[in-house]
């Protein structure tokens, strides 16, 4: 089996993911994994698929460009050898901050997550401007080493939400789950 990565931007409109997923059937593959969001009113997605070892990725990517022409959207399609890394031993946590709406925000976070080895495995930021700081959210999905000494990660993020104004709470992820179970 051959895998492939397909990654789709575009302007957000019914259907678009029904005629990715015909087209991928039609071409003999299947969806591994799929992840896709809407921003303000851009759809993105990116896929992982299996397929049949002579299909290229440029070949699919043709297949899929002409298949959605008319829903305007940038197809990209590339073959990758997935890596297995060594298994780090972690602990995941929620990370989310709440505040003004300013440039660094993100950038102010991810660098403590960087310095510790802390790998997002999922990010959603929602920045609709102003001072309310309901209106601007950031929620990490993070892997946090075990080696990492949580007082100081602790210390050090609080640290940089009060230099960037940001409201943060830090939970392991479990203990967010169960908090915010319907």
Partial sequence: MNK???????????????????????????????????LQSV???LFIVSTSVDMEAKRLQAILTEGVSKLNLNV????????THAAVLSQPFVITTFGPDKPGLVRGITSIFARHAINVSNLKAVFKGGDDPSNNVMIFEVDVPSATSLPELRQELKQAAQQLDLEINIQHRK???TMNRI
Avoid: M, W
Wanted: hydrophobic residues 45%.
């Fill in 175 to 177: 203990i967010f789950e």
């Fill in 76 to 83: 990209f399609v590339r073959k990758h050898e997935f890596v």
């Fill in 4 to 38: 492939l990565i397909i990654s789709v931007i575009g302007e957000d409109r019914p259907g678009i993911l029904a005629a990715i997923s015909d087209h991928l059937y039609s071409s003999g593959c299947n969806i591994e994994n799929v992840s896709q969001t809407i």
């Fill in 43 to 45: 759809f993105g997605a």
